[in-house]
């Protein structure tokens, strides 16, 4: 048995060792349906061919018959009109050399004159009819004299039909082989292998690194060679994207990394926060100031306003306009912090897309210090350090608003005399004297309740969270025992003076602080009126 490999084309693997080549490759496929359908075709052509030869043949071959008795039947008259059978069985052994003849007969009307040869009965044989031929007169051609009658050896003509169609059908099987290759072969050469190459490039192709595929040999002006052109192209401009993403990318990292060390080491709170109020992300900035954990590892959820001690809901207000304006929105926040202090945040909120909002958080504490030290010196008279006209209006607001079921008295108090003091010992004297009566005054007075000077040498006082009147006529009468006793004016000089107090009392949350002011001016000069150094309560 031989042992030598099957053919296959040059560059092809061997489909037997690789079972799957023949699903996926294109060069085998092809080749392969071109045999079958090249072989199928040759077997139809040599089956149609062998029938039609085999019938061209037995035609020919009875035409040569025919031809045969036409030569021989002026003999074969002669020897039927002398009665001759000598000669008559002469003519019909010359016609039985001939292969096609199996059988001749000649008569003389009724009379046979020769008869050589057996009938071709062979089985499976396609009989042919036996051939006759009238024989006339040498002398009146219109006188049958006889007949020629001559039976075809149909097993020979067949058998020889056979032999001549089977080389005409080997013939076709060889040429129609030929054709079959010589396509394959073109095929193979021209479109599959090219296409192949193209495959196997691009299967192997590094992409970014500016290779590209060949076009193949012979193929630079054709159709393979303009796809080749095309896919190279493709291959182009898909480097130049690869290599855009690249610098976009590494554009990014480096914007990231840049965020990220911003992000960790600013001394400003940056945040992240959903509409709900909930934290998202925070930097160790905010984690300080506010107790967070690092936002790694932590899966707990923080509420913004909570943490701010927002009571008043101000920071879902300050969420809403945000989203609602698509604009950045800002509102300052006080902290607990600590046992005593707070924290005072200036929160900024930008709208991002999905509901959430970027925060961004500044220590302002220094500031609102500051505000508070301007504002508590606004509202200050620099002579006695006590709360000046406009911190006892802006005080005393506050005071009636908190009420809740007490009740508060303000008293005006004018010092009696002190004209004379500041006329006589000079405005120095008149200075300390007005000290004097504001230590005495805090003296008298609760932690919890105001003192004012409202200028000159008028003082207020405003009583809080009384449970009656008395307790402000109580406080009045030490107000007013307290400031007639005598005062070191400076130089040894002791000095007197008195005091008329004016107390308007209320209860009420509605009362106006002016009004409050003028009832208690009232009852002051009403004091006066009545002798000076006593109190009088409003009406």
């Keep these: 048995m031989s042992t030598e490999p099957a053919f296959r084309p040059p560059g092809i693997p061997d489909a037997a060792h690789s079972p799957r080549r023949l699903q996926t490759s294109v060069v085998w496929r092809t080749m392969l349906l071109m045999l079958f359908f090249g072989g199928l075709v040759g077997v139809l052509v040599a089956l149609v061919s062998t029938v039609m030869v085999g019938r061209e043949e037995r035609n020919r071959m009875q035409r040569q018959l025919v031809e045969l008795m036409a030569t021989v ?84 003509i067949a058998q020889a039909a056979g032999s001549y169609s089977r080389f005409i059908a080997i013939i076709l099987l060889i040429e129609l082989v030929f054709v079959v290759l010589s396509v394959a072969w073109v095929v193979l050469n021209v479109f599959t292998r090219p ?31 303009r796809l080749a052109g095309d896919v190279n192209t493709l291959i182009t401009r898909m480097d130049d994207l690869l290599a855009a993403e690249r610098d976009t990318r590494a554009q990014l ?118 505000e508070a030290s301007a504002l508590a010196m606004a509202e200050r008279d620099p002579l006695t350090g006590l709360l000046n006209r406009r911190g006892i209006e802006h005080r005393l607001s506050s005071a009636l608003e908190n009420l809740h079921g007490s009740g508060l008295a303000l008293m005006l108090v004018d010092l009696d005399g002190f004209k004379q003091v500041n006329d006589t010992q000079g405005h120095e004297a008149g200075d300390r004297v007005l000290s004097w009566v504001a230590r005495q005054l805090e003296a008298v007075v609760r932690r919890t309740d105001l003192v004012a000077r409202l200028g000159g040498d008028e003082f207020v006082v405003v009583l809080c969270a009384l449970e009656s009147p008395d307790t402000a006529r109580f406080i009045a009468a030490k ?34 602080p002016d009004a409050l002011m003028r009832r208690a001016d009232e009852a002051m000069y009403e004091a006066k009126r009545a002798g000076k150094s006593q109190y009088r309560f409003a009406s």
Excluded: C
């Excluded at 039985?96 to 008869?115: C, G, K």
């Excluded at 913004?304 to 101000?314: Q, V, W, Y």
């Design 73 to 156: 039947e002026r003999t074969a008259s002669v020897a039927a009109f002398a009665r001759d059978e000598q000669l008559a069985h002469e003519v019909a052994q010359g016609l039985l050399l001939n292969d096609a003849v199996a059988r001749v007969v000649i008569t003389e009307t009724d009379h046979v004159l020769a008869s050589v040869g057996e009938a071709d009965d062979e089985a499976g044989v396609l009989r042919l009819p036996v051939l006759a031929r009238p024989l006339t007169s040498p002398f009146s051609p219109d006188q049958q004299v006889g007949e020629l009658r001559v039976w075809p050896a149909s097993s020979k």
């Design 195 to 225: 296409v192949k190459k193209l495959s196997d490039d691009l299967h192997h192709l590094e992409i970014g690194v500016g290779k590209h595929v060949s076009v193949p040999t012979g193929h630079a002006g054709d159709e393979i060679g």
């Design 253 to 370: 990292e480096a914007s990231e990394r840049k965020f990220r060390l911003i992000f960790e080491s600013a001394e400003t709170g940056i945040f992240t926060v959903d509409n709900a109020g909930r934290l998202h992300d925070w930097n160790p900035w905010l984690a300080a100031k506010l107790g967070l954990p690092a936002r790694e590892g932590s899966d707990r959820s923080y509420a913004l306003g909570t943490l701010l001690g927002d009571a008043s809901s101000r920071l879902d207000t300050l969420m809403v306009r945000a989203l609602s304006d698509q604009r950045p929105t800002s509102a300052d926040f006080g902290v607990q912090y600590g046992e005593s202090g707070v924290l005072w945040l200036h929160v900024v909120l930008n709208p991002l897309p999905d509901g959430l909002l970027q925060g961004i958080a500044n220590d302002v504490t220094e500031r609102k210090r500051a």
């Design 479 to 512: 107000i007013v025992s307290a400031l007639a006793r005598p005062i070191d004016a400076g130089g040894n000089q002791l000095v007197q003076i008195g005091a008329s107090v004016g107390i308007a009392y209320t209860d009420s949350r509605a009362d106006a």
